[in-house]
């Protein structure tokens, strides 16, 4: 930046010398200004511009006689110019010299006799010298002045925001913009333009601004609800979530029947993925108001995120769900329906209702044959009903949507045409105990082309470099909703890819089941070896006793009362129809209170095994499952871990409305047994007991 108390060179003209001083006053240089300006005046005697600065200069410092006498001698040389006069007026007044003073003011008046500032000076000058008669006549001839030109001003604004208003109407944004931008400039803060021009900002999606353009006239007791609605709308475009919730929150204080705020608070927490507070207060307001078919379609939407999100599989949270869905539908406009539908399927599904969510799923893709989202979604509805090549077709479709893995190669995807020589890049997908199922299959890579890359877990690392020691493992540390990062190396070396979930469709299509392999774990010696004398040491202990793996639900707390699990008191059943069993704990996460109490309620103690850490060293609980004579599990990562190592595996499922727990069912694996039962089910005891009678009669 140029330093302004140095002029570039010294051939400056009069008139950039006098803009030098003003900068070096505006600088707060005004000892320099001042000898800029009389150099001026010494080269220009007669410049009464010069001569009005010095005089405001002179004031500053106190020399009012000074500046009297520049100011006099200015208006030698023009005389009457009305600014040097007011100039002098104001010197005058400061000096208390008030007649003189008045002199001047009235002289000028009478030639703009609505000037406001001269108004103010006459009032206050008529006032100082006594005459306060004189003073109020002045003081009200001011006011009805400025009420004559707001009078004028706000006919002007009329006219020219219903000319904006034409021009929006004809399709004219950027005129209609230039019109309320003029009205603002000329009326100030005037709400009705500040509105029209953050609409129009609104509709460029210029939220910041819109947002600002609206903060200069919202006023919280005296603003109009749409100025709340577009804040709201504004901030909640902008990621602002709880500044919009305080909006709209402030709004309906004022309008608690305005259903605009009442979906803008819902959206805030939609936005968030808040779906317990977007429930709730969906709930809230649709209670309000029972008619109002988006009120509804929110409810509906966050319910069915909200039984999704914290996997709550309740028969209550379903049936509530459904109703929501239900009721929204029966009110919906045609788009919100075609959503409704999915959603009802769904659920459908998570009740047991199979065929109807089916039929619902088929109906919806054969409209809309693109929406490869709800095709994958078909895929699990395909699986309860056992239709193999619909489900592995559909499964597919998990890929391009990104639902099974997020991650899109460049490179061709491998299959058994192939050449031999191609270098696979094995990836994985979904959580790890879909990891340890995909690699049953993995032999039927290994022997179909030259070299594997394996990426996982990092927690299968140890068990797959032993299971396959040809492979070359990648252990990967997934991140939720985010690309697999694959090294850099891997990526440069292979000629293909495939999803690990993709070998069971390859299997089947070639052979005709699911797995390549059953069994494949092949554990070190000495883990097998310290796991075997932890067992065998509870075997001799326990003479005659089966030992048998237990795990009830998943890892998450939240799912522990889904229709997928067993609840502690459930457990508790359980274990008592073994008399002559040992419980060995394989249930991973924190479960101290559901361990007491399933000994408190069966008086039988389930061992924990010390040393053992069930959610990280699948090498070392492998090492424990293989000495078990049975293993009962919930639909986990212990499953498949039991089934990989070979150990008889008794597993329950929620399935069909008509799925019948009497039977074993026969799954992919040697040793795999699966207990279907209907979803909905309240009481479990019965699957419990011939779960029990079946698995003691094959132990």
């Not at 220009?44 to 520049?70: F, S, T, Y």
């Not at 402030?250 to 979906?263: A, E, F, I, S, V």
């Not at 010696?525 to 005659?544: C, E, G, K, S, V």
Request: hydrophobic share 40%; aromatic share 8%; with cysteine.
């Amino acid at each position: 930046m140029t330093n302004p108390s140095q002029p570039q060179d010294n051939t400056m003209t009069l008139e950039q010398a006098f803009e030098h001083g003003v900068s070096l006053y505006q600088h707060q240089k005004k000892g320099e200004a001042r000898e800029v300006f009389e150099q001026i005046l010494q080269q220009a005697p007669q410049a009464v511009p010069v001569m009005q600065v010095l005089a405001v200069l002179d004031v500053e410092d106190g020399c009012w006689q000074e500046a009297i006498r520049k100011l006099d001698t200015a208006l030698s040389i023009e005389p009457g110019d009305a600014s040097l006069l007011f100039d002098k007026a104001q010197v005058l007044a400061q000096q208390g010299i008030n007649k003189d003073a008045l002199e001047i003011v009235d002289s000028l008046l009478a030639v703009a006799p609505e000037h406001q500032e001269l108004l103010t000076m006459r009032q206050q000058l008529t006032a100082a010298i006594g005459n306060v008669g004189e003073s109020r006549r002045t003081a009200k001839y001011q006011a009805n002045v400025q009420s004559q030109v707001a009078s004028v001003i706000d006919a002007e604004v009329s006219e020219t925001l219903a000319l904006a208003e034409q021009m929006l109407a004809s399709g004219n944004k950027e005129q209609a913009k230039q019109l309320y931008q003029a009205v603002v400039s000329v009326a100030g803060e005037q709400p009705k333009a500040l509105l029209g021009l953050a609409k129009l900002q609104l509709s460029e999606e210029s939220f910041a601004l819109a947002r600002q353009t609206l903060r200069r006239a919202f006023d919280v007791e005296q603003s109009d609800t749409e100025f709340f609605i577009l804040l709201s709308h504004s901030e909640i475009k902008l990621g602002e979530y709880k500044a919009a919730r305080d909006v709209c929150r402030q709004g309906l204080k004022r309008w608690p029947d305005n259903t605009l705020l009442c979906r803008l608070l819902v959206q805030s927490y939609e936005k968030e993925s808040n779906w317990l507070e977007a429930y709730r207060t969906a709930l809230e307001y649709t209670r309000l108001h029972s008619n109002d078919a988006d009120l509804r379609y929110r409810l509906a939407t966050s319910s069915f995120n909200l039984l999704r999100a914290r996997h709550n599989f309740t028969t209550t949270a379903i049936l509530d769900c459904q109703k929501h869905i239900t009721q929204a539908a029966a009110i919906a406009d045609e788009e919100n329906k075609q959503r409704l539908s999915l959603y009802l399927a769904e659920v459908l599904w998570y009740k047991g209702e199979a065929l109807a969510s089916k039929q619902l799923l088929e109906t919806h893709m054969q409209r809309f044959p693109d929406d490869i989202e709800a095709g994958f979604n078909a895929c699990f509805v395909y699986r309860t009903l056992e239709e193999w090549e619909n489900y592995y077709r559909t499964n597919e479709l998990g890929l391009a949507c990104g639902r099974r893995l997020h991650y899109q190669g460049a490179l061709p995807q491998w299959n058994l045409e192939r050449p031999k020589d191609d270098i696979v890049l094995v990836m994985p997908e979904q959580g790890v105990g879909d990891e340890i199922l995909y690699f049953h299959n993995l032999r039927l890579v290994l022997d179909n082309c030259k070299k594997v890359y394996v990426a996982c877990d990092p927690r299968l690392e140890p068990i797959l470099s032993r299971a396959f020691p040809e492979a070359i493992i990648v252990p990967i540390k997934r991140i939720d909703h985010q690309d697999i990062d694959v090294p850099k190396e891997v990526m440069e070396d292979i000629t293909s890819w495939i999803a690990g979930g993709s070998l069971a469709a390859i299997c089947y299509q070639q052979f005709g089941r699911h797995v390549y392999q059953a069994s494949y774990v092949n554990l070190s010696a000495d883990i097998n070896d310290t796991w075997y004398d932890r067992l065998d040491a509870i075997r001799m202990q326990n003479p005659n006793k089966t030992l048998i793996g237990l795990c009830w639900r998943s890892g998450l707390a939240a799912a522990s009362r889904n229709i997928h699990y067993l609840i502690a008191d459930e457990v508790a059943h359980l274990v008592r129809q073994f008399p002559h069993a040992i419980f060995i704990n394989l249930q991973y996460g924190e479960c101290t209170k559901e361990l007491n109490k399933i000994e408190k309620l069966s008086g039988v103690r389930v061992v924990q095994l010390d040393g053992l850490d069930l959610r990280d060293d699948f090498e070392g609980t492998a090492a424990v499952i293989k000495q078990l004579d049975a293993v009962i599990t919930a639909g986990t990562a212990v499953h498949r871990l039991t089934t990989a190592v070979g150990t008889p595996c008794h597993v329950f499922f929620a399935g069909k409305e008509d799925s019948d727990f009497l039977a074993p069912h026969a799954l992919y694996c040697d040793n795999e047994f699966g207990y279907f039962y209907p979803p909905m089910m309240e009481n479990k005891y019965p699957l419990i007991e011939a779960m029990a009678a079946n698995i003691q009669a094959r132990t």
